[in-house]
Nanobody, 123 residues
Framework: QVQLVESGGGLVQAGDSLTLSCAAS??????MGWFRQAPGKEREFVAG????????YYADSVKGRFTISRDNAKNTVYLQMNNLKPEDTAVYYC??????????????????WGQGTQVTVSS
């Protein structure tokens, strides 16, 4: 069992930056993903990172603006979000996938989820 706790959300203006953090309990080699869910919409994949950080994957909508990274010594995954847009407004969740499994964009393939952190981007 792993617990995930997100932090770093907030209210910003379009063009601003935010960095989200996700602290994980335990030391298993999980593949990690960031997802988001806007009101009335399905949860969607944002970015994923493998255990060694050698594999990265981004949704087209955030490519070039968001950067996912991890510090395994701190059991923490980050999502650096630059040039934020109003359409980035959502609750952002981090998720962990069973050890050694590849990044996947489907939420149902992730085993553990954080409680979410709200990101609101005003125009």
């Amino acid at each position: 069992q792993v617990q995930l706790v997100e932090s770093g959300g907030g209210l910003v203006q379009a063009g601003d930056s935010l960095t989200l953090s996700c602290a994980a309990s335990g030391r298993s080699k999980y593949t990690m993903g960031w997802f988001r869910q806007a009101p009335g919409k399905e949860r969607e994949f944002v970015a994923g990172i493998g255990w060694s950080a050698g594999s990265l994957y981004y949704a087209d909508s955030v490519k070039g603006r968001f950067t996912i990274s991890r510090d395994n010594a701190k059991n923490t995954v980050y999502l650096q979000m630059n040039n934020l847009k109003p359409e980035d407004t959502a609750v952002y969740y981090c998720a962990a996938r069973t050890e050694n499994m590849p990044i996947n964009i489907r939420p149902n393939l992730y085993n553990y989820w954080g409680q979410g952190t709200q990101v609101t981007v005003s125009s």
